[in-house]
């Protein structure tokens, strides 16, 4: 199994630009998350999806971030406009339906934005 | 709101010795809590999780304690080797329809040589 596929590895961006990050979870898992990393909050959750559909939003920081699930094996995570504020490691990670609650995590995506 | 605090950003002890990451937290909804190891350039990697029905879960060289009453877990690896030098977090998932794993701001542990 390839993992939970993130892309791009790392994206420099200019401010105002739109930016659209990728994910493709781990196939036959049902539940995906977006989480953001900085080093004063550690690891936040953006959003999490359940079978494709938006569960929880409530970590998404503003309405300039948006994320879709428009299938089982693929999400997208944008930023339009984008701030140097958003400037993070963002992560995305899929579970499986049954088992435990060990989510898989793929190897992030860096944001620069200048 | 941070339902989950990590208080000690940063840890260094010495091979073979013990290393001890403690985790607090808020809410009692949590049904597992989870610890996941991270490298530099890497996504975070599942470690060892317990039910919040239990008080003691072991795999290796790696234990989980979990004490309700005080909203406390911890992390306790023995003995500690270099290779295990990485950030640590503690990640509680809440339990029935909500079911999302949330994480605590990290530990960095150094296990000097």
């Known amino acids: 199994d390839a993992g939970v596929i993130q892309s791009p590895r790392h994206e420099v961006t200019e401010m105002g630009q739109e930016v659209t990050l990728r994910c493709k979870p781990i196939?036959?898992?049902?539940?995906l998350f977006w989480y953001r990393q900085t080093m004063m909050r550690g690891l936040e959750l953006l959003i999490y999806?359940?079978?494709?559909?938006?569960?929880?939003d409530s970590g998404m920081p503003e309405d300039r971030f948006s994320a879709k699930m428009p299938n089982a094996s693929f999400s997208t995570l944008k930023i339009q406009p984008s701030e140097p504020r958003d400037s993070a490691v963002y992560f995305c990670?899929?579970?499986?339906?049954?088992?435990?609650?060990?989510?898989?995590f793929g190897q992030g995506t860096r944001l620069t934005v200048v | 709101d941070q339902q989950v605090k990590q208080n000690s950003p940063s840890l260094s002890v010495q091979e073979g010795r013990i290393s001890i990451l403690n985790c607090d937290y808020t809410?009692?909804?949590?049904?597992?809590f989870l610890w996941y190891k991270k490298y530099p350039a890497e996504g975070p990697t599942f470690l060892i999780s317990?039910?919040?029905?239990?008080d003691k879960n072991e795999d290796g060289r790696f234990t989980v304690f979990l004490n309700k009453s005080a909203k406390h877990l911890s992390l306790h690896i023995v003995p500690s080797q270099p290779g295990d030098s990485a950030v640590y977090f503690c990640?509680?998932?809440?339990?029935?329809?909500?079911?999302?794993?949330?994480f605590g701001t990290g530990t960095l542990l150094a296990v000097q040589p």
């Open positions: 990640a509680p998932n809440y339990g029935g329809a909500t079911n999302k794993l949330i």
């Open positions: 990670a899929s579970r499986p339906p049954s088992g435990g609650a060990e989510a898989f």
């Open positions: 999806f359940n079978n494709n559909v938006p569960i929880d």
């Open positions: 809410n009692s909804m949590f049904d597992y």
């Open positions: 196939s036959g898992h049902n539940s």
């Open positions: 317990i039910s919040s029905i239990k």
